[in-house]
């Protein structure tokens, strides 16, 4: 089976502007999972989707989105980007979404904002 | 809610030998997963061992084993025969309900050949 994929790999985006992370799960799973990572906060949770719906959100500001599509693919958007958003962004993906379930992960977007 | 607690930043062991990184954790569920992750210089996050807290066994994997001490909430990892690929971060983590994991501040281990 595929592992996780998250395109692109890096990303350099401007303060203000907004920018879109891609995630394929593993065939067969259906809940996805997004962390930020960065050196000062360690890995932090965002949000998770399970069968399209937002079941659990992080501690976040609303410029902090996601969704998911039909076929469990998922996207996170970030709007107005700060300086403090530059970190790396994992996907993870569980089989059953349970917390028996271990997170599969992807190989992160590096975003850098400048 | 859940925390997680590595006290150990860094770590190092010689090639072969046996190396034991520390968590310890917080829950006020009775039944719950603990996990460790590595996340070598590649960056892609990779699944080391599960342990089930109901479970009194240690889980064991190749190489890998914890030491469970649910009393006092402590979940070592043991590394056997220490490997240059062992190189990486280590998180211990621990989901909720939610299925949303809290993980540690990790434990950064360097394998020395």
Not at chain 1, 22 to 37: A, D, K, L, N, T
Request: charged letters at 15%; one cysteine or more; proline letters at 4%.
């Amino acid at each position: 089976k595929a592992g996780v994929t998250q395109t692109p790999r890096y990303l350099i985006k401007t303060r203000g502007q907004q920018v879109t992370l891609s995630c394929s799960p593993i065939s067969g799973h259906r809940s996805v999972s997004w962390y930020q990572q960065t050196p000062g906060q360690g890995l932090q949770f965002l949000f998770e989707y399970f069968s399209e719906t937002q079941r659990n959100k992080g501690n976040f500001p609303g410029r902090f989105s996601g969704r998911q599509f039909s076929n469990s693919r998922s996207e996170m958007n970030v709007s107005t980007l700060e300086l403090g958003d530059s970190a790396l962004y994992l996907c993870a993906s569980s089989s059953a979404g349970t917390r028996d379930s271990p997170l599969h992960f992807g190989n992160g977007t590096r975003l850098t904002v400048t | 809610a859940q925390t997680v607690t590595q006290s150990q930043p860094e770590m190092s062991v010689q090639e072969a030998e046996t190396v034991t990184l520390s968590c310890t954790y917080d829950t006020s569920e009775s039944n719950y997963y603990l996990f460790w992750y590595k996340q070598p210089p590649s960056r892609q996050m990779i699944l080391v061992i599960r342990q089930e807290a109901y479970k009194q066994q240690n889980a064991t994997e190749n190489r890998f084993s914890v030491n469970f001490q649910k009393a006092a909430k402590s979940f070592s990892l043991k590394i056997s025969d220490s490997q240059l690929g062992d190189t990486a971060m280590y998180f211990c983590a621990i989901p909720n309900t939610g299925n949303q994991f809290y993980f540690g501040t990790g434990t950064s281990l360097t394998v020395i050949p």
